[in-house]
């Protein structure tokens, strides 16, 4: 088994690290004013890999939280590898945050919309464009979970086959920021519909869900990402780095 990762989410909401409950804007705990210092303490507590979303950007379709982003990029160096999504729709921005650092970027609206482009972009940067898919009761929402699609999250998965794209990010909406436990049926259902690796999202609790990312039904998964279990401290960090790296 390759390493699982466990990607500590960075979500940016007005310059501020914040975290919602299944995507409501209106629902917004701030975590920390300063999302540099809060990079920093995911990689002092060992962390390899960083998941930001430009929440604000995702809402309005380009990017708002640019200096937040690159204070995190600037604060981290090549500590850690940062994943970036919300609000990166063409090519400009796609091109200008892998040239400023970012290793992967996270594209999901434009997914939908535009899967040409999205395909392109992967094959001129391979390994380093990411798919996110987010699903309300398995139809893909868009437009930063303001609108559902009648695209079922599968089909969308499966456009992509070929494509170079890196990762499937795949995000439980209803679950997202309520600490109920990851879907697991329906992620793992993704992960052995299509080639692609697959990030599971939305949910993630307590370390009953990092032992289940280490189960064999779950080999296809390239890890997953939390937020609120790690804020509220219901997530010891370092014993779930710990127990990925023992079934590495």
């Known amino acids: 088994m390759s390493k699982l990762i466990l990607f500590p989410a960075i979500d940016l909401k007005d310059g501020q690290c914040v975290r919602l409950v299944r995507g409501d804007m209106n629902q917004a705990t701030v975590y920390n004013a300063d999302p ?25 379709g380009k990017s708002q939280n640019g200096d937040a982003v690159e204070a995190i990029l600037a604060a981290i160096g090549d500590d850690m590898h940062v994943q970036l999504g ?48 987010d699903a309300r009761a398995g139809k893909v929402a868009v437009e930063g979970w303001a609108e559902t699609s009648d695209m079922e999250a599968i089909d969308l998965a ?27 049926q ?3 259902a993704l992960a052995e519909a299509v ?21 064999p039904d779950a080999a296809r998964l390239e890890g997953a990402i939390s937020g609120r279990a790690l804020y509220d401290g219901r997530l010891d960090a370092r014993a779930a780095l710990e127990m990925l790296e023992a079934k590495a």
């Open 36 to 60: 540099a210092d809060q990079a920093r303490r995911f990689r002092d507590l060992g962390f390899s890999w960083l998941h930001v979303v430009d929440l604000n950007g995702a809402f309005d």
């Open 86 to 133: 919300g609000g990166i729709r063409d090519i400009v921005g796609i091109e200008g945050w892998l040239s400023k650092g970012v290793v992967r970027v996270i594209l999901g609206t434009i997914a939908v919309n535009d899967p040409i482009l999205v395909k392109a972009v992967a094959k001129a940067h391979p390994g380093r464009i990411a798919v996110g898919i």
């Open 158 to 184: 499966r456009q992509f086959e070929d494509a170079g794209v890196a990762a499937i990010i795949y995000t439980d909406i209803d679950r997202d920021g309520v600490l109920t436990g990851i879907n697991w």
């Open 186 to 188: 329906t992620t793992i």
């Open 195 to 215: 080639s692609i690796p697959v990030i599971a999202s939305g949910g993630l609790a307590s370390m009953a869900d990092i032992e289940r990312l280490t189960m």
